[in-house]
């Protein structure tokens, strides 16, 4: 629904969900092709090696495949839960125990896929899956709104009308705050580039949930308004970009860290 609208198809608009992306495959590809940019050259042969027989073996490539999986004719129903960890209110601190008892969500699973892709041992077609779903999710564990609130499944449920049509705060993030700008992928991994002054602290996965967590946090990353326009995209824009810079620097390091000295034959 694009254009005006009031009364009742004002809240039409309001109640459409956008389909849920994660960064959407703009976002993922900005955090794969940022990441395959800085990696060294033992890491650069083995992802290429690794991903050799796919349609597009690049990481950036082959950034959203997690999602296409998870929706599309194969339906692995089974990885949903791996996309993002529930924090409470108030509270941004990773503990295992309290919130990912089980080992299905976001930290613990990029932890997983980490050790698959360094492990030698296993078929390549093991690790080629792992690589893949690391990229993906290296990118989710940036998207503040992956480690939000469960009340509100990550604002899956926060409603909001942007210029006449119906988004959830989620797709807002993952999507339109990207997309409004109308720039293709290489420009925005250069804009991304620009948002930060040095490398961030590399940490672990744990670390990074947290830090997207104190963003959801923030006074103002809900809208107080329903209602909004590109200032609220233009104010919280820089905070994405960030976000993706964040994510595909340490991708690289990971990367670097585990295929430079487990790389194949060239």
Not at 225 to 238: E, F, H, Q, T, V
Request: hydrophobic share 40%; aromatic share 8%.
């Amino acid at each position: 629904m694009t254009g005006r609208c009031c009364g009742v198809w004002c809240l039409i608009a309001l109640l459409i969900a956008e389909p849920v992306a994660a960064w959407g495959r703009l976002g993922h590809q900005i955090v794969g092709d940022y990441a395959e940019q800085r990696l060294t050259d033992p890491a650069k042969r083995e992802v290429r090696r690794l991903l050799a027989d796919e349609p597009n073996p690049s990481l950036g490539g082959v950034a959203s495949w997690a999602d296409e999986i998870r929706d599309g004719p194969q339906q692995r129903r089974e990885t949903a839960p791996w996309h993002w960890v529930n924090f409470p209110k108030g509270q941004c601190r990773y503990e295992r125990e309290r919130l990912c008892s089980d080992g299905n969500c976001l930290p613990e699973i990029i932890n997983r896929f980490a050790a698959e892709l360094g492990d030698r041992s296993l078929p390549d077609a093991q690790r080629t899956e792992a690589l893949k779903f690391l990229v993906h999710f290296v990118g989710d564990a940036h998207q503040p709104l992956h480690a939000g609130f469960a009340e509100d499944r990550g604002g899956n449920r926060f409603q909001v009308n942007y210029i006449g049509k119906g988004w959830n705060l989620h797709a807002l993030w993952d999507t339109l705050i990207l997309t409004s700008v109308g720039l293709d992928a290489k420009t925005m991994v250069e804009l991304a580039q620009g948002r930060l002054s040095s490398p961030p602290p590399q940490g672990d996965a744990a670390m990074w949930v947290e830090e997207s967590c104190r963003i959801v946090q923030d006074r103002d990353f809900y809208p107080p308004r329903r209602k909004i326009g590109d200032s609220y995209l233009d104010a919280k824009r820089p905070i994405a970009e960030r976000q993706l810079a964040k994510a595909g620097e340490r991708l690289a390091v990971m990367l670097n860290h585990i295929l430079g000295s487990t790389a194949g034959p060239d």
